[in-house]
């Protein structure tokens, strides 16, 4: 098959569909990974895994039990 042949119509129409689905895929995915991303911070700040811990201290509060 030779790929440097001009498209008819009809491939030129396919190329132009599967790229919007491309783009329309990537998009959303984008969109639905930004809103995940942002619900797992909340859910870090609120069990507060992003605080910063003193590791010192939890080691001598667990050699005084």
Same mark, same amino acid.
Do not use: C, H
């Given at each position: 098959?030779?790929?440097? @042949?001009?498209?008819?119509? #009809?491939? *030129?129409?396919?190329?132009?569909?599967? #790229?919007? =689905?491309?783009?329309?895929?990537?998009? @959303?995915?984008?969109? %639905?990974?930004? %809103?995940? @991303? %942002?619900?797992? %911070?909340?859910?870090?700040?609120?069990?507060?895994?992003?605080? &910063?811990?003193? *590791? =010192?201290? =939890?080691? *001598?509060? &667990?050699?005084? *039990?």
């Amino acid at each position: 098959m030779d790929y440097n @042949s001009p498209k008819t119509e #009809r491939q *030129q129409k396919a190329v132009k569909q599967a #790229r919007k =689905i491309f783009l329309l895929l990537l998009a @959303s995915g984008l969109f %639905i990974g930004v %809103i995940v @991303s %942002i619900g797992v %911070i909340k859910l870090m700040n609120y069990f507060g895994l992003t605080e &910063k811990t003193n *590791q =010192i201290e =939890i080691f *001598q509060e &667990k050699l005084n *039990q």
